[in-house]
């Protein structure tokens, strides 16, 4: 025994002579590994400033970048828009300082795109061409310059420019994103997809007390999913993971390429009067139940747009025919039951809105195979929702109550389907 101690004491003894060398070796990863992360830090350009200048005949837009970077830049129709694509730029201006709008731009918005790419989007007043785009590097401690130049031109011209743009490019509306998210699913258990909205250059609501949509949501959903994950009973896949943009039609398809089961779309909500709270649960129809639901829908499907992504060129058409609709109104009925079991448990968690449960036609959720509903945990736009949705704990419990809603909505579905 009293070997024993004397052999680890003299261990001991020996590691301890030899700290001082560890630190120092230590210290000298440390000093590598922040140097790297600063050397890439600073390859990344940062825009800090923008402005607009010139009238209705010609007009400019600026920007200041730490160092020069790549800029592809074309336009789309339906609205006019200028999109201004760029390998990753961390943007360092605040949205209330953003240009003042003049002469033929008319709205600016910013963000990721895509992993590695960003995008600007510059809502012009009507068909312009883009008679200059460059990038000035920078010099004589002045910062490196991105320029566009547009002036008016006729709807037939801008039109025939993007054709020209896409046939010598390969533009492509909306690329699909490899989010291979998760393990690998077990065969045997249920795939629920969750979908956190918006993300990357589309922010999605903001709250006046600093909540973001785009990450209220992906937060929410990633507790959601471990709190799934711990039942055991269900396979779970996200439609993102990280600040990316994910085009509308490609949630969708994410969630039939992967066999859902369930698909549930995450949102936080806005409205113009401030004292309107509570959350909301929607499911699809042709026609919207209301005239909020209504303005909703639209909003939400003019997502792609926002974001600059070409859904003119997207193929809408869909082959139509009696099992598809019939196949498409099994999966709203499904949707219906899901929501009642949302309403239902939601209810003793948080506030619900005086019309729970209601109906539109989004986009995200017309898979005709995938039972789905679009939650709106609360409204940013109020102060007091706004409180919950960045609270710790009421996340917690908001999404123990989701969960216990799907697993109310699968053992309905089984017992519905006589067990099989």
């Not at 963000?111 to 990038?135: A, E, H, N, T, Y």
């Not at 113009?272 to 209504?294: C, L, N, P, V």
């Amino acid at each position: 025994m009293n070997a024993g101690w004397g052999t680890q004491g003299g261990r001991f003894g020996r590691r301890k002579r030899g700290f001082p060398a560890f630190w120092a070796i230590l210290a000298v990863i440390a000093a590598t590994v922040l140097s790297s992360v600063a050397t890439a830090a600073a390859e990344t350009p940062v825009m800090f400033d923008a402005r607009i200048v010139g009238d209705e005949n010609r007009t400019r837009f600026i920007a200041d970048l730490t160092r020069d970077t790549k800029a592809a830049v074309f336009t789309l129709a339906d609205p006019y828009r200028i999109v201004v694509d760029m390998s990753e730029v961390t943007f360092r201006f605040d949205q209330d300082a953003a240009p003042d709008m003049r002469g033929l731009f008319a709205a600016f918005r910013y963000g990721f795109i895509s992993p590695g790419k960003s995008r600007m989007v510059l809502d012009v007043s009507g068909p312009v061409r883009v008679d200059k785009s460059f990038v000035v590097p920078p010099a004589d401690a002045q910062p490196a310059r991105l320029v566009i130049d547009i002036v008016p031109t006729d709807r037939e011209s801008f039109l025939e420019a993007n054709r020209a743009y896409r046939e010598s490019l390969g533009v492509q509306s909306a690329a699909r994103r490899d989010r291979a998210l998760s393990t690998p699913q077990n065969g045997d258990l249920p795939t629920v997809v969750l979908d956190p909205g918006h993300g990357g250059i589309d922010t999605g609501a903001k709250g006046r007390g600093g909540a973001i949509e785009k990450h209220v949501t992906l937060e929410f959903a990633e507790i959601l999913g471990e709190k799934l994950k711990e039942t055991g009973h269900y396979n779970v896949l996200f439609t993102r993971t990280d600040d990316s943009f994910v085009a509308l039609g490609d949630r969708v398809a994410f969630a039939q390429d992967n066999n859902a089961d369930l698909f549930v779309s995450i949102h936080a909500n806005s409205f113009r009067g401030r004292s309107i709270r509570g959350a909301i649960i929607y499911t699809a129809a042709d026609e919207a139940s209301g005239k909020m639901a209504a303005e909703l829908a639209e909003l939400e499907n003019q997502v792609d747009v926002l974001a600059g992504l070409d859904v003119a060129a997207e193929d809408t058409d869909e082959v139509r025919d009696i099992l598809i609709d019939l196949t498409r109104r099994e999966t709203r009925n499904f949707g219906t039951v899901f929501a009642r079991n949302l309403v239902k448990e939601m209810k003793s968690t948080t506030r619900m809105f005086k019309v729970p449960h209601q109906q539109a036609n989004f986009r995200v959720l017309e898979a005709p195979d995938v039972p789905s509903a679009l939650i709106e945990l609360g409204f940013v736009s109020n102060a007091d929702d706004e409180k919950l949705l960045l609270s710790e704990d009421w996340r917690a419990n908001t999404a123990t109550s989701i969960v216990e809603a799907i697993d109310g909505f699968f053992e309905t579905k089984i017992a519905q389907r006589g067990g099989q």
